[in-house]
Each structure stands twice: as structure tokens, then as C-alpha cells.
């Protein structure tokens, strides 16, 4: 069954520092998304990207972040001078189009020491 | 008012009975429907979409009603490994597909 799959499955980080997390979506699906989950709390969108370029951002998803599809598999996650805040899951998730449920990784823990 | 809103319980619920629960959306532009279901420390998985007409996958059934702004996710027969916290999200289409979720409900099935 194709899945979603990411990279590290844990990353540890001083602050200040900069991560990339990587994640291979599903081969035919043409939409991803970034997701975070702060520890006891719920699952928070990042960001949507579609046809190349980001379709929707929230609030969260300030300077200190950006994605980018390097090649024709990866989708990344670049989170710049991190901070204590960051600590979290960092879910990748993907989905064939635009109005079905996305199909999620098994995640990326951060913890920004 | 929250836009995605779920009882966070617990349910603690005896093996073998049924189980419900109900979500309440605010933005009544809302198009696409889901229950995930989530593990401790894992990924959320989808389990099911929400059809207008309600949909039936085994002992779990997914009901919409557009009128009051909820949707429900029945478990009949209810067994242990179906002890997890279970998530409601809408997608709401005027926000290019952008996941709204709630904070779930957590459902403990004891023997």
C-alpha cells in the first residue's frame, strides 16, 4: 500500500539552528501539505502546495518557515533559527486532489533544546 | 465559537457496545467531510469521508447533516483496538482546501 513517508523520524536541534524535514508523498498525488502537533494538543495546518507553489499558508507559517519541491518526489520543510516553540510532530500529508481526506506520515518529532 | 468542536471526553465504553460521536462545524461553506483516528504519538489516519447521503464501512458509520452543522461517527461492536482519539476535519473548498481540524474525542474500550 503506497504511503507517505518522512524523514528523520527524530530530529533534535539547538536553537537558532536550521532543519529540513523531508518527506516522499504518495507518487500520484498532486497535493501536500505541512502539519504540526504540539505535544497534548491538536493538529495545526502549515501549509498547502499544489502545482509547485504554496496554495494556501496560515498564520503559523511565517518567514521562519518555507517549502520547497527540490525534485520530483521530495517535498521539504525548511524551519530557519528555530526556536523552543518549534518543538513538536511535523506531519507531512498528501492527497490526490484538492476536496479528499489527505493521507498522512508518520511524522517528524522536533525538539529544539 | 471553535470551528471545528468535539466532546474531547473520555469515552470509556465496555467492548461490544456501540458508540457515538458528534462534531459541530461553524462556516457553513463547508464541503468535504472526514474522520481520522489517531493513536498515542502516531499520525492521524483517515478512516472515513462523509457523504451527504451517510456511509456505512463495516461497524463504523458516518453520518452529515448540513442543516445543524454536525456530523457523527457511529462504532457498533466495539473492540479494544478501537481505543484511540478520533478526529473531525472539514475542509472548507472557499479556503483552497485547507484542513480544519478538531481536537478530538478520546474513545477507551475497556474489557
Known amino acids: ?113 | 465559537r471553535k470551528e471545528v468542536e468535539q466532546d474531547p471526553g473520555p469515552f470509556n465504553v465496555p467492548e461490544g457496545a456501540t458508540v457515538a460521536f458528534n462534531c459541530t462545524y461553524s462556516n457553513s461553506a463547508s464541503q468535504s467531510f472526514f474522520w481520522y483516528r489517531q493513536d498515542c504519538r502516531k499520525e492521524p489516519k483517515l478512516l472515513m469521508s462523509v457523504y451527504s447521503s451517510g456511509n456505512e464501512d463495516g461497524r463504523f458509520t458516518a453520518q452529515l447533516n448540513r442543516a445543524s452543522q454536525y456530523i457523527s461517527l457511529l462504532i457498533r461492536d466495539s473492540k479494544l483496538s478501537d481505543s484511540a482519539t478520533y478526529l473531525c476535519v472539514v475542509n472548507t473548498m472557499d479556503s483552497n482546501y485547507q484542513l480544519i481540524w478538531g481536537a478530538g474525542t478520546k474513545l477507551i474500550i475497556k474489557p
Not at chain 1, 504554496?54 to 521539504?76: A, H, L
Not at chain 1, 533559527?81 to 518543538?87: A, P, Q, R, Y
Open chain 1, 1 to 113: 500500500e503506497p504511503e507517505v513517508t518522512q524523514t528523520p523520524s527524530h530530529q533534535v536541534t539547538q536553537m537558532g539552528q536550521e532543519v529540513i524535514l523531508r518527506c516522499v508523498p504518495i507518487s500520484n498525488h498532486l497535493y501536500f501539505y505541512w502539519y504540526r502537533q504540539i505535544l497534548g494538543q491538536k493538529v495545526e495546518f502549515l501549509v498547502s502546495f499544489y502545482n509547485n507553489e504554496i496554495s494556501e499558508k496560515s498564520e503559523i507559517f511565517d518567514d521562519q518557515f518555507s517549502v520547497e519541491r527540490p525534485d520530483g518526489s521530495n517535498f521539504t520543510l525548511k524551519i530557519r533559527s528555530t526556536k523552543l516553540e518549534d518543538s513538536a510532530m511535523y506531519f507531512c500529508a498528501s492527497s490526490e486532489s484538492g476536496g479528499e481526506g489527505a493521507f498522512f506520515g508518520q511524522g517528524t518529532r522536533l525538539t529544539v533544546v
